[in-house]
């Protein structure tokens, strides 16, 4: 079983949506969440980062944390198609080593339709 | 301010051949990363750097080595390509915190 779980879509859904985007993870050590966009033929680009639970809004933006349930979401309002994408979680342990790595999900392809 | 830049951007090697990807860096991060990206897996961590001089094991280190003889640079090397080797590298740079990273526009590589 991976660590971190994300459905791979492809998610496909018309302009002006609510998209939810999710993922699952096994590891109750991990303390930071993040969620990152990768746009066809380029590297991610950090979108939200949240400590622990609780909600962060960005815009048109939404992260939550459920470390209970351990399970994070990212909501985008008003989808447009510049969201066109593939949608990548990640999370960090609390951890005393030298470098915090990142565990990765492996991503949601997310179509926004005009 | 380029960010992260890696080179070549493509590249196709016969099984067996060698060959280095380069990232250079203009941010001054001390953390360096090398990433392979592969469908339905994710990006998984090869080696990685936590300042000049040094490179530790990522997640999947075997068949690559780095160097990190500059702290803007971190190289990839592959001494004995094979086909499983095929993937989209990435390689990121950032704070130890680890939270951002900046990443660079990717190595497509087929071994054939």
């Known amino acids: 079983q991976k660590e971190v779980e994300q459905d791979p879509g492809p998610l496909s859904v018309p302009e002006g949506a609510i998209v939810s985007l999710n993922c699952t993870y096994s590891?109750?050590?991990?303390?930071?969440f993040m969620w990152y966009r990768q746009y066809s033929r380029k590297g991610p680009e950090l979108l939200m980062y949240?400590?622990?639970?609780g909600n962060k809004e960005d815009g048109r933006f939404t992260a939550q944390v459920d470390k209970s349930s351990k399970y994070i979401s990212l909501f985008i309002r008003d989808s447009q198609p510049s969201d066109s994408a593939t949608y990548l979680c990640?999370?960090?342990?609390?951890?005393?080593?030298?470098?915090?790595?990142?565990?990765f999900g492996s991503g949601t392809q997310l179509t926004v339709l005009p | 301010n380029a960010g992260v830049t890696q080179t070549p951007k493509f590249r196709v090697l016969k099984t067996g051949q060698s060959m280095t990807l380069l990232c250079a860096q203009d941010m001054n991060h001390e953390y360096m990363y090398w990433y392979r990206q592969d469908p339905g897996m994710g990006l998984r961590l090869i080696h990685y750097?936590?300042?000049?001089?040094?490179?530790a094991k990522g997640e999947v280190p075997d068949g690559y080595n780095v160097s990190r003889l500059k702290k803007q640079n971190f190289l990839l090397g592959l001494e004995s390509a094979a086909p499983s080797q095929t993937s989209v590298y990435f390689c990121a740079a950032g704070r130890p915190s680890g939270e951002k990273l900046f990443f660079g526009s990717g190595t497509q590589l087929s071994v054939l």
């Open positions: 949240t400590y622990s639970s």
């Open positions: 990640a999370m960090i342990p609390i951890s005393s080593g030298s470098a915090r790595q990142l565990t």
């Open positions: 590891n109750s050590a991990f303390q930071y």
């Open positions: 750097s936590v300042g000049e001089g040094t490179t």
